[in-house]
């Protein structure tokens, strides 16, 4: 297999990371989009999300990152033994994890499951692509909150779709990649054909956005709801 070679650089993100709750085993935040989860091996790329809050939390480790280009809700641990914990219900699918996007058009079904399998591919990288022989399961809910047009400065009518998503694996691009498949892509997608349609090429930002993380707290051993409103 060939190797992969990533030649991304993230532009600057001014955006603050928002400390939602922390106490003495984890921080919850809201992460801004367009700042990546982990640093890069690229040293143009060391800005990220654990870079930050390493500096005010010292030893903190990541559980789960989201996308460069997706906003909102992630859980940082504090130490290792409460890494270890949240790992591991991330890795059991205990946690829920509920995201807010706008899909381009609208859609036809008010709700419905996207499961297909999903493979990475050296020769198409930074994508991930559909097979069934070599990819692994991934599986995505999907509920429609709102159908609506969208006006643009030409006067265009754009049609896009609101829909509350929640994934049941936690594959690499899998929300992208199930709403392209829905044939509605993401609004403002760039790998998989959210800024195809008129009108779409410069929207300023990714339409997903992490809007609720419900995972139990390894110490109180109770449930933790959170919810953050999407910014679009």
């Not at 992460?31 to 040293?43: E, I, Q, T, V, Y």
């Not at 994508?127 to 599986?139: D, E, F, T, Y």
């Not at 400065?153 to 754009?158: A, R, S, V």
């Not at 929207?203 to 995972?215: D, E, I, K, Q, V």
Request: charge should be neutral; glycine fraction near 6%; aromatic fraction near 6%.
């Amino acid at each position: 297999m060939s190797e992969i070679i990533d030649s991304f650089i993230a532009p600057q993100c001014h955006d603050k990371i928002e400390v939602l709750y922390q106490d003495d085993h984890l921080v919850l935040i809201n992460k801004p989009a367009g700042l990546l989860s982990l640093s890069g091996k690229n040293p143009q790329n060391l800005d990220s999300v654990h870079h930050r809050l390493v500096q005010i939390f010292p030893g903190c480790t990541l559980v789960h990152r989201l996308d460069f280009g997706t906003s909102g809700l992630m859980v940082v641990a504090r130490n290792k033994a409460i890494n270890a914990s949240l790992c591991q219900q991330f890795s059991q699918r205990s946690v829920t994890k509920v995201y807010s996007a706008l899909l381009c058009g609208h859609l036809d079904n008010n709700a419905g499951v996207v499961d297909v399998e999903i493979a990475k591919d050296p020769v198409l990288f930074p994508l991930m692509s559909i097979c069934a022989v070599h990819g692994k399961p991934a599986r995505s809910c999907y509920r429609v909150v709102e159908r609506f047009y969208h006006e643009l400065k030409d006067g265009t009518l754009l049609p896009l779709t609101r829909v509350e998503l929640t994934p049941e694996t936690g594959r690499t691009h899998q929300l992208r990649i199930h709403c392209q498949q829905l044939g509605h892509p993401i609004l403002g997608c760039d790998l998989y054909g959210g800024r195809l349609l008129p009108g779409t090429e410069q929207t300023p930002r990714l339409m997903l956005h992490a809007s609720g993380l419900h995972f139990i707290h390894p110490i109180s051993e109770e449930w933790v709801k959170a919810h953050n409103a999407s910014p679009f």
